[in-house]
């Protein structure tokens, strides 16, 4: 069992038309490298005429991962099915910068689940245009960058805000109640690498106090999307959806509540999908294979 554990493992994910072999192509040759197949999971779309596959394998732990050798030797066969593909190994930390406002709660539940390990990432900067959450970040030794802004001060707000980013080399961009929105430029530059998280309640309920306006209407459904972020505003591509029934019994601020649990786990979800390579864009939606 401990061999096992020491054992590096990768992560190879593909997409390509479907056609027979698919499967095949990939676990033939792991099996014929010596590779023994962890997690697998596939899918083939019959509307688009697409098939997606992940692949989670290991190596016998005393030979050497060579990779270029590894990525020369798939190509060949990748090629014949016309595959694009990705070729991920672990142990390695997705470097994750978080941008928040004020509301608290989802900072908090991504910070306790890298803290404790849960999340096996790294964060080495939170962004926020408010000052309020500068304390919890130098409790976890995080940079804090205070990034004030307005309509006049925006795009040299965001600037900085992508100077950071490129800076800290990061793999992915959190959006964590950011109350803010991205412009069109900022969009494009975090295309497939930014996770932004709201409640389920747009577009019915737009504006301040959405909460009170869905007591007033007698909600039955409270629940949160995490999406990645795209030029349409809280319409890119959906990663991961919460949601749980209430009733009468529940006050505006019991629906609050309600709401950011659910946000907290749907954002994490979201994040711990991506970080494991989970994901494949697939036109304005995903595909995921969750555990």
Same mark, same amino acid.
């Given at each position: 069992?401990?061999?096992?554990?020491?054992?590096?493992?990768?992560?190879?994910?593909?997409?390509?038309?479907?056609?027979?072999?698919?499967?095949?192509?990939?676990?033939?040759?792991?099996?014929?490298?010596?590779?023994?197949?962890?997690?697998?999971?596939?899918?083939?779309?019959?509307?688009?005429?697409?098939?997606?596959?992940?692949?989670?394998?290991?190596?016998?732990?005393?030979?050497?991962?060579?990779?270029?050798?590894?990525?020369?030797?798939?190509?060949?066969?990748?090629?014949?099915?016309?595959?694009?593909?990705?070729?991920?190994?672990?142990?390695?930390?997705?470097?994750?910068?978080?941008? &928040?406002?004020?509301?608290? #709660?989802?900072?908090? =539940?991504? /910070?306790?689940?890298?803290?404790?390990?849960?999340?096996?990432? $790294?964060?080495?900067?939170?962004?926020?245009?408010?000052?309020?959450?500068?304390?919890?970040?130098?409790?976890?030794?995080?940079?804090?960058?205070?990034?004030?802004?307005?309509?006049?001060?925006?795009?040299?707000?965001?600037?900085?805000?992508?100077?950071?980013?490129?800076?800290?080399?990061?793999?992915?961009?959190?959006?964590?109640?950011?109350?803010?929105?991205?412009?069109?430029?900022?969009?494009?530059?975090?295309?497939?690498?930014?996770?932004?998280?709201?409640?389920?309640?747009?577009?019915?309920?737009?504006?301040?106090?959405?909460?009170?306006?869905?007591?007033?209407?007698?909600?039955?459904? &409270?629940?949160?999307?995490? #999406?990645?972020?795209? =030029?349409? /505003?809280?319409?890119?591509?959906?990663?991961?959806?919460?949601? $749980?029934?209430?009733?009468?019994?529940?006050?505006?601020?019991?629906?609050?509540?309600?709401?950011?649990?659910?946000?907290?786990?749907?954002?994490?979800?979201?994040?711990?999908?991506?970080?494991?390579?989970?994901?494949?864009?697939?036109?304005?939606?995903?595909?995921?294979?969750?555990?």
């Amino acid at each position: 069992m401990s061999d096992i554990k020491a054992a590096q493992t990768h992560i190879i994910t593909a997409d390509c038309p479907s056609r027979p072999g698919t499967v095949d192509v990939v676990t033939r040759f792991l099996y014929e490298q010596g590779f023994y197949i962890n997690e697998i999971h596939s899918f083939d779309d019959t509307a688009e005429n697409r098939f997606f596959i992940r692949i989670e394998f290991r190596a016998d732990t005393a030979t050497a991962f060579n990779r270029e050798a590894f990525c020369q030797q798939f190509e060949q066969r990748a090629n014949e099915f016309e595959m694009q593909w990705q070729l991920a190994s672990t142990p390695y930390k997705s470097k994750v910068v978080i941008m &928040v406002s004020k509301h608290d #709660h989802c900072l908090n =539940d991504l /910070l306790y689940r890298y803290r404790t390990g849960d999340l096996d990432i $790294e964060i080495p900067a939170i962004i926020s245009n408010h000052p309020d959450l500068e304390e919890l970040a130098k409790w976890h030794g995080i940079p804090y960058y205070h990034l004030p802004i307005s309509k006049e001060t925006k795009p040299e707000q965001e600037a900085k805000v992508w100077q950071i980013i490129q800076d800290c080399q990061a793999d992915l961009v959190v959006l964590a109640r950011y109350m803010q929105v991205l412009s069109s430029d900022m969009c494009k530059k975090l295309a497939g690498r930014a996770i932004n998280i709201h409640h389920s309640l747009l577009p019915g309920f737009k504006g301040a106090r959405p909460y009170y306006q869905a007591y007033d209407r007698g909600i039955k459904l &409270v629940g949160a999307t995490a #999406h990645y972020v795209s =030029d349409d /505003l809280d319409e890119g591509p959906i990663i991961s959806q919460g949601v $749980e029934t209430v009733d009468h019994c529940y006050y505006p601020q019991d629906l609050a509540a309600k709401g950011r649990d659910i946000e907290c786990l749907t954002l994490s979800r979201a994040v711990r999908c991506h970080i494991e390579h989970r994901i494949f864009m697939h036109g304005k939606k995903t595909v995921v294979f969750a555990k």
